[in-house]
């Protein structure tokens, strides 16, 4: 006969995850909970932790993010128990997870916030590299001084960020879509960006307040090889600073964009041959096609959908994330998002019973505000981490809570090519379908502003340079207020918008 499950007063508040969504939730409940041990979870030697954190505006934030070795956690609460260990198995009839370190820990309320991992275009080929975390840009750093072509597959925030700072090598970008950063801009933004990325960079690097404690001091041996392929949070918008990007050729920018297309199949330099396909030189001119087969031998051909194939050094595969749910699903029957996420409702609650999640692992699947909508991204895996200590505390208390402010409103501030980057609300016209219209304005390398529109209300905007309307825009989305009599005049420089919407 089974032995009864423990009552669940016995246990803790466990959260899982070493990154911003895990340690902002074990962060909340410490100071919740004061005096209660808090156990946080996290196969990493190394936490992610807030720094610098500044409220922009209503929804907007600005923070820094530094890793830092988790005893300065423990400094800071000395309530949180840091246990630096994987997730083996969760036990959820049992309230309990056992960890790889071979103990067993019961809680009465867990959140999970395992992450996401890099999707790989395919796995076990020593010549693809996923970019996701500290340790992965450091590798990929020692192989770029090395190489003299490299071919980027992807068009997120890093491969965006990654073709922007690389130098002296050749590189090839293959993406999916029709114009770059598709998941942040539309043509006309990528557009704006696109004349940057071709003009010579200015010299002197701003030095970022980033600060970096990273794991090579630590016994490598103690973490297999497996391990450390999927250990490791998420790189932000910095990450490459204080990487040296260069290349083995001494020029600044060669870059070749394959639009529209996608990984067909990888060849090593063998199985080229075989094939007697031939391979094409890397195109001199925007203009002309290449068709020239190249002389040279390259490691590793791509052969793409579009028929072309190009060799190069190595292949750095940025093309998204994978929610990290595979130690939490057996033996717990999870309801999933399409995307793989553990599906959490408005108080961050999975499908089972005091089991919460926050950040890259879980989907939103509650009814969103209209100008809202979950994406994997630090600030939201802040606001999801921070708001689950709130529920979770509601819950053991017995309160109610309100659902949280932050997911009123889509609002994000990243950088991207030197650029200060404002997105607000559904700044894509996502799920609008054709009924919107667009207005913009653009003042070429220096400010890109575009509004989306529907029925005379704002919907959307995204702020490219310093354009001061962060404020007044977020207000005219959530206000829902009609617009139509201002008409063009929304836009124009020569009037000063904040006058009107004080």
């Known amino acids: 006969m089974e032995a009864a499950r423990p009552p669940s007063t016995t246990g803790k508040f466990v959260v899982v995850g070493g990154g911003i969504a895990g340690v902002t939730c074990a962060e909340q409940l410490a100071v919740h909970f004061p005096s209660e041990d808090i156990l946080l979870v996290t196969a990493s030697p190394v936490i992610k932790a ?42 959820s009839e049992e309230h309990c997870i056992l960890t790889e370190d071979g103990s067993q820990h019961v809680y009465k309320k867990l959140c999970l916030c395992a992450g996401a991992k890099p999707k790989l275009i395919c796995e076990g080929n020593p010549y693809v590299l996923g970019i996701r975390d500290t340790d992965s840009a450091q590798e ?15 068009n997120g925030g890093i491969a965006l960020e990654l073709v922007y ?14 114009a770059i950063g598709n998941t942040f801009f539309d043509a006309g933004a990528a557009e704006f960006l696109t004349s940057k990325l071709i003009a010579e960079k200015p010299e002197a690097k701003i030095a ?35 990487l040296n990007l ?23 330099q063998e199985e080229l041959r075989i094939s007697k396909k031939k391979s094409l030189t890397f195109p001199r001119d925007r203009n002309t096609q290449s068709v020239s087969t190249d002389k040279e031998i390259w490691p590793v051909y791509v052969e793409l959908t579009n028929e072309k194939i190009y060799g190069c050094d190595f292949i750095v595969s940025a093309t ?17 998002g399409e995307d793989g ?31 809202w909508q979950q994406m994997r991204l630090w600030t939201q895996a802040r606001q999801m981490g921070w708001y689950a200590a709130k529920c979770m505390a509601a819950a053991s208390l017995g309160d109610s809570i309100d659902m949280d402010f932050s997911f009123e409103l889509f609002a994000h501030v990243t950088k991207f090519f030197n650029y200060k980057v404002v997105l607000l609300g559904k700044y894509n016209a996502q799920g609008l379908g054709s009924d919107h219209e667009l207005m913009l304005r653009c003042t070429r390398g220096q400010e890109y502003v575009k509004v989306v529109m529907q029925n005379g209300r704002m919907m959307g905007a995204v702020l ?39």
């Open 246 to 268: 260069k290349g083995t050729k001494e020029f600044s920018h060669k870059i070749h964009i394959e639009t529209m297309c996608e990984v067909k199949k990888i060849y090593l």
């Open 341 to 371: 996420g553990l599906k959490v409702n408005d108080h961050m609650a999975t499908s089972l019973p005091d089991i919460y999640a926050a950040g890259d692992i879980c989907t939103a699947s509650w009814e969103p505000s209209p100008v």
């Open 165 to 178: 700072e690389i130098e002296g090598c050749e590189v090839i970008w293959v993406i999916k879509d029709k």
């Open 320 to 336: 998204g994330v994978t929610p990290n749910t595979e130690p939490f699903l057996c033996g717990n029957n999870f309801d999933l």
């Open 140 to 154: 990929f750093q020692k192989q770029l001084t090395k190489a003299k072509r490299i071919m980027i597959i992807g």
């Open 208 to 242: 970022q307040k980033r600060t970096r404690y990273t794991t090579e001091g630590r016994k490598k041996e103690a973490r297999t090889k497996a391990d450390a392929a999927h250990v490791g949070s998420a790189l932000g918008p910095d990450w490459h600073e204080g």
């Open 464 to 502: 490219i340079g310093e354009t001061d309307l962060e404020e007044t825009f977020e207000n005219l989305i959530l206000n829902q207020m009609n617009l139509s009599s201002y008409g063009e005049d929304l836009l124009d420089p020569d009037i000063d918008i904040e006058d009107y919407f004080d």
């Open 50 to 91: 807030v720094t610098n954190f500044k409220q922009v505006s209503k929804v907007l934030e600005e923070f820094d993010v530094e890793e830092q070795p988790s005893t300065m956690l423990e400094n800071r609460f000395p309530n949180i128990r840091v246990i630096e260990s994987g997730v083996k198995q969760l036990k």
